[in-house]
């Protein structure tokens, strides 16, 4: 019978990946919200993620349903041990969510709703970092039982890969912006980009070292030959990304910036893939031992390859719709 969980770990990489990538910008945006005072640069932000901010989270909500309904072992361990984070990522994310449409209404208490927009995705951001940081560290496991409590995440490696997450996703932001706005506003979030890339450098320094030196199979899995050879294209090409997207700051160039903060982002998560393979609740529960039965997968799937073309030609569409720059409340001009 044909194995399918190398595909379903594919589309749940794919779901994760495309939710970092596309919420990850309109995150970013949020947070850097905060540090802007004019109410006419504050409405150019949010007019530059609102026509696709709410369809960025289907994919949040693709891999959620996909972890649950294929790999329910893995659902069981790692839910109990995010569970407060995970809250703290749905409240950030709905008091976000309604911030767009309350400070828009007559007689609104605008500062309290700009505060929810901004406030709502640096909680979400951090609680995402914090999640992620669970899976590097590991889970304790007693037999197929998730062994710890829902505190384990409050350590200096999940609270540390949180702070880094706000950097990585302040990147997206300040680039989205480069690309979307123009005048005062695209000078400003040029300047922040150069300063949170320094951010970005140092965590993901510090985490390709912390890492390694905190797990022996992960050293192995980068360091061992022939592994170094064949996983050098990884930190090689994220230094050549790093020096293009500085230098495209420089030059002031308005489309390379975003697209190289989505290549550090493809490498980073490629580097995690490489690190992780083939657990999904590490460090002792693979993908094979967490999924349900052949059965199961292959009707899973049958709806699963109706559903993500749909949600992918209406990603490509929607963005195409509203390409170009934004300008206040002319909306958008190609």
Known sequence: MLDLVPMWAAILALAVFMYVLLDGFDLGVGMVFLLR???????LMINSVAPVWDFNETWLILGGGGLLAVFPLAFAIIVPAVYFP?????????????????????GARKWIWDGAFGYGSLIAT???????????????????????????????????TGVGLIFGYALQGTTWLVLKTEGE?????????????????????????????KDARISARWFSFPNSFVFAPVPVLTVLLIW?????????????????????FFL????????????????????????TTPLS???????????????????????????GKVRGDMGYHM
């Open 37 to 43: 005072r004019d109410p006419v640069e504050r409405q």
């Open 86 to 106: 995970i809250l703290l990522m749905l409240l950030g994310l709905i008091f976000r969510g309604v911030a767009f449409e309350f400070r828009e209404v007559v």
């Open 126 to 160: 951090f609680s995402q970092g914090v999640v992620l940081g669970m899976f590097m560290q590991g889970f304790p496991i007693h037999g197929r039982v998730f062994a710890g409590t829902s505190w384990d995440w409050f350590a200096p490696f999940p609270l540390l």
């Open 185 to 213: 506003l695209q000078e400003w979030a040029r300047g922040m980009a150069k300063k949170v890339l320094f951010g970005v450098v140092a965590f993901i320094l510090l985490i390709s070292i912390w890492t390694p030196l």
């Open 244 to 264: 293009t997207l500085w230098s495209a700051l420089e030059k002031r160039r308005e489309v390379v910036p975003f697209m190289c903060s989505i290549g550090l």
């Open 268 to 291: 980073a998560f490629t580097g995690l893939v490489i690190s992780l393979w083939p657990f999904i609740a590490p460090p002792s529960v693979t993908l094979w031992d967490a999924s």
């Open 297 to 323: 997968q292959q009707f899973l799937l049958i709806g699963t390859m109706f559903l993500l073309p749909v949600i992918v030609l209406y990603v490509v569409w929607s963005y195409w719709v509203f390409r």
